[in-house]
Structure formats: structure tokens, C-alpha cells
Nanobody
């Protein structure tokens, strides 16, 4: 119903910046909230940030003040601007969307972010 494709991951030095994008297609009219999650090797997947259809945002404590989530509904695209990156930010970052009549969850395949020290 909804397809999500992440892009923008890569290798960056500590203190650098990176911007991730998530392009949505399919039944995009049904999407409500969207968010970014990340999962490092040996760790559980964790919430990074969310943005509701109305624009309200929430962030994990570990990224507050450094990351900014945004959403361009006209382009069906969500972004995650990551500044002052730290080695502990190294993870696979996943795009998530919630929507539909039953609150279904949709996931992208992930994009690797590696921060070198």
C-alpha cells in the first residue's frame, strides 16, 4: 500500500552533517505520522524522531538539538537533518510511516550511516 525508500546515508567524520531523505509512494493519502528509527549492531531498534501530519515533532533525548525532522507533504518526502554527528550515531536508519484505516505501519529497507571518530 505504501512504499518507503530511504537515501542519503554514507560515511561522515565526527562533527559533520548528513541529510537523510525518505520518499513515499503508493497510497500516500493514507499516511498520518512518519518517523525515523535506527538500529545499531547488537542493539534494539530505537526511535530517533517523529513528525505528525500536522507538523508536530518529537525527538529522542540523544539527538535533541542536533537532529531536525521535517516533512514536505507536497513532495511526499520526509527528511532528517543530522548535525554534529557522533560515532554513537552510527546505525542503519529506517523510515517509518503510519496510516490507513487500521493504523498500519510501513517500513523502508534502511540506509547506513557511519560516523568515524
Amino acid at each position: 500500500q505504501v512504499q518507503l525508500v530511504e537515501s542519503g546515508g554514507g560515511l561522515v567524520q565526527a562533527g559533520g552533517s548528513l541529510r537523510l531523505s525518505c520518499a513515499a509512494s503508493g497510497s500516500i493519502f493514507s499516511i498520518r505520522a512518519m518517523g525515523w528509527y535506527r538500529q545499531a549492531p547488537g542493539k534494539q531498534r530505537e526511535l530517533v524522531a517523529t513528525v505528525a501530519s500536522g507538523g508536530s515533532t518529537n525527538y529522542a533525548d540523544s539527538v535533541k538539538g542536533r537532529f531536525t525532522i521535517s516533512r514536505d507533504n507536497a513532495k511526499n518526502t520526509m527528511y532528517l537533518q543530522m548535525n554534529r554527528l557522533k560515532p554513537e550515531d552510527t546505525s542503519v536508519y529506517y523510515c517509518n510511516a503510519e496510516g490507513g484505516s487500521y493504523g498500519s505501519l510501513f517500513w523502508g529497507r534502511g540506509t547506513q550511516v557511519t560516523v568515524s571518530s
